[in-house]
């Protein structure tokens, strides 16, 4: 079963705004990933957020996490065309073993030039 | 880029034979996994393997099976394939062990099966 579960499933933008996408989870988490991927590509790993942590940043991208709710989103501040993709939250649930990831279907984002 | 090689990255073949997918990686990782997505459906856990011959099941692991004979090689064998099997692969490694990345998963580039 899917815990994170992402929204918007889609978003358009034009080039320089911000995007904002969430990830909601069911079950306490250790940690919390966000991963982007591009068409016909690998995933690749953006950010990681423990549960212990409220708000990360890496470059463009600014990361919160919210416990209480049970949801982090991802900001992406001044969009370009690059930032074209697919993203994906993935949650390490406080019950699972070390490999068990769990992943969002993703968010599908497009930057208009 | 993680030194992770998927083969063949695209392969057509027809109902009922036998396929492989290869994975090598050299980061000497101890964990490996091969995914599968689908639309609507995102990444799914086929089987996984954390060391040399020790391997598990994932969520969807029926019709597949696995191999891991050395720590860089990790097989997906499709013993025969189904239209339903039709997808892109992943491989994927990772190291628990270590403390300031082993969550992380590091993905291949996939490998696009058709199944006809």
């Known amino acids: 079963s899917q815990q994170g579960e992402e929204d918007p499933q889609a978003l358009s933008i034009q080039e320089g705004e911000n995007a904002t996408m969430n990830c909601s989870y069911k079950?306490?988490?250790?940690?919390l990933q966000w991963y982007r991927q591009n068409s016909g590509r690998g995933l690749v790993h953006l950010i990681l957020?423990?549960?212990n942590e409220r708000e990360k940043h890496s470059g463009r991208l600014r990361v919160t996490l919210d416990t209480s709710k049970k949801s982090s989103s991802l900001l992406i501040t001044a969009s370009r065309a690059a930032d074209t993709a697919s993203y994906f939250c993935?949650?390490?649930?406080?019950?699972?073993?070390?490999?068990?990831?769990?992943w969002g279907a993703g968010t599908k984002l497009i930057i208009k030039p | 880029d993680a030194g992770i090689t998927q083969s063949p990255r695209h392969k057509v073949t027809e109902t009922g034979t036998p396929v492989t997918l290869r994975c090598h990686q050299t980061e000497n990782h101890r964990y490996m996994y091969w995914y599968r997505q689908d639309p609507g459906h995102g990444l799914r856990l086929i089987h996984y393997?954390?060391?040399?011959?020790?391997?598990d099941k994932g969520e969807v692991s029926d019709g597949y099976s696995v191999s891991r004979s050395k720590t860089e090689d990790f097989l997906l064998t499709l013993e025969s394939a189904t239209s339903s099997q039709t997808s892109v692969y992943f491989c994927?490694?990772?190291?628990?062990?270590?403390?300031?990345?082993?969550?992380?998963?590091?993905f291949g580039e996939g490998s696009w099966l058709t199944v006809v």
């Open positions: 079950t306490s988490i250790n940690n």
């Open positions: 957020i423990r549960s």
């Open positions: 393997s954390y060391g040399v011959k020790d391997t």
């Open positions: 993935a949650t390490k649930r406080a019950m699972d073993s070390n490999y068990q990831l769990i």
């Open positions: 994927a490694i990772s190291d628990p062990g270590q403390p300031s990345s082993g969550n992380t998963i590091y």
